[in-house]
């Protein structure tokens, strides 16, 4: 029977970029490896209720830069910035190397698969249908603009004697064209019956340069949120507006 290879890996270069970004010298990269594996897993520790995306690591001239991907930024930071200074001096303490902690936040949680999975989990925790939360899931993600989306439960679903695999798709996921930019994400549900094991898919389009979009995804972290929304809202009073004075005429 065939099998699902990985679909960030095999795009990695092509539509893909790496979560960790270093050069190390020989007899150093286990080392660093072991220190990013170590932080990783220590932040998602510390920051589970923070539903934390993606966590990139860069060591820039001995410094360390970890960006976190949050929907949440207001449980990383924490009440006057007080929570993220201790992550910081931990973050240091495991590197070795002074370390600076950007928080990134996802303002589409929806169309994040890892994101998407870890709520699919946490539905199933909580005893609610697996077929009306991969429903859920698959509704929102269409619905915020993804093309396609997939999801996979297996385990013992509802508790049944034997476990199974169950399916939910929408859309196009094109896992053979590399140029697809196809989020993937994995999770756990620990439920009395077993652990019941979450696979998303979720295809936003192709990707022709990928350091372009790189570039286009740091402009938008760095523009205010608020601008936005506001100009939308008066382009809509305007609208109303407008078609008051049709019907009045």
Do not use: C
């Amino acid at each position: 029977m065939g099998h699902k290879v990985h679909p960030t890996g095999i795009r990695l270069g092509i539509a893909k970029d790496w979560n960790s970004k270093w050069y190390a010298n020989k007899g150093e990269y286990a080392q660093y490896l072991a220190a990013d594996l170590k932080v990783r897993e220590m932040l998602r520790k510390k920051l589970a209720q923070a539903g934390i995306s993606k966590i990139l690591i860069e060591r820039p001239a001995k410094t360390a830069r970890v960006t976190i991907h949050t929907a949440r930024p207001g449980v990383v930071i924490g009440k006057k910035g007080e929570d993220i200074e201790k992550l910081r001096k931990e973050v240091s303490d495991l590197m070795g190397v002074p370390a600076h902690i950007n928080v990134s936040e996802v303002r589409k949680p929806e169309i994040d698969a890892q994101l998407v999975a870890e709520s699919i989990a946490q539905q199933l925790e909580r005893r609610i249908m697996f077929r009306r939360a991969m429903k859920r899931s698959v509704g929102n993600a269409m619905r915020l603009g993804a093309l396609g989306i997939k999801i996979n439960v297996s385990g013992r679903l509802n508790g049944a004697e034997i476990a199974r695999s169950e399916w939910a798709r929408e859309g196009r996921v094109p896992l053979h064209t590399l140029r697809a930019d196809i989020d993937y994400g994995t999770a756990e549900a620990h439920t009395t019956y077993g652990v019941i094991g979450i696979k998303v898919w979720i295809y936003k389009g192709e990707i022709f340069d990928l350091s372009q979009v790189n570039q286009e995804s740091k402009e938008e972290q760095s523009q205010p949120r608020r601008e936005g929304g506001e100009g939308r809202r008066e382009s809509r009073r305007e609208g109303g507006e407008g078609r008051r004075e049709r019907t009045a005429k």
